[in-house]
């Protein structure tokens, strides 16, 4: 993606999963809203994004963070504004990885993973992408996540349908350090 599609994307994620009322739009219960309406709320706004440019940027996106469907666009995870994606609960593999940065590890090894501003802790499948999301925040750090054992206990775990592991917080118990 160009430095001008990143911008978009990232002004997209401000919309669809943080603010948006920054363009005066709402989006419905499951974090949806009509790709029009969308588009010209942008352009009120003073950012105009044409249809094509949004399908390209949704599609070139490799990380897939929206999804567009029956002309509704929506943000697949990250959320801090309450919407229900309407997941299903599903069985995570023994082991998840939490990518965070140094700075954060004593109180998060104290208190567990909570999920700050957003509405889940988001979890990776592989130390790579944790690697990349920790970096993100300062010197990454990547924690074990024995979302096995979690899951055993009762906890519920969601895969966002770009492939992030979702669940409402980690005890202190459930992680530890890579090295
Ligand atoms: C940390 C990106 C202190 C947590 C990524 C993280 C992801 C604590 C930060 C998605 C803590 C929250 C989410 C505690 C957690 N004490 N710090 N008890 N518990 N933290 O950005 O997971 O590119 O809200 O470790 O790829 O970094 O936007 O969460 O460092 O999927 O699509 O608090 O964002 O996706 O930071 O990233 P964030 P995250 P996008």
Redo the contacts with the bound molecule.
Sequence with gaps: MNKDDIQISKFL?LIL?HRPDSVGISLDPEGWVDVDVLLVACMKAGRSISKKDLERIVEASE?K?FVIRDGRIRAN??HSVEVDLKLEPVEPPDVLY????TR?LD??L?????????QH??L?ATVD?AT???R??GKPVVLEVAAGEMFREGKFFFLSENG?WLTESVEPRFLRETS
């Design positions: 994620s999963r990380k963070r995870q990250g939490h990518g965070t940065a954060f109180a998060i104290r208190e567990g993973l909570t999920s700050q501003s957003r802790v988001h990776s992408t990349i999301v920790g993100r925040h992030v």
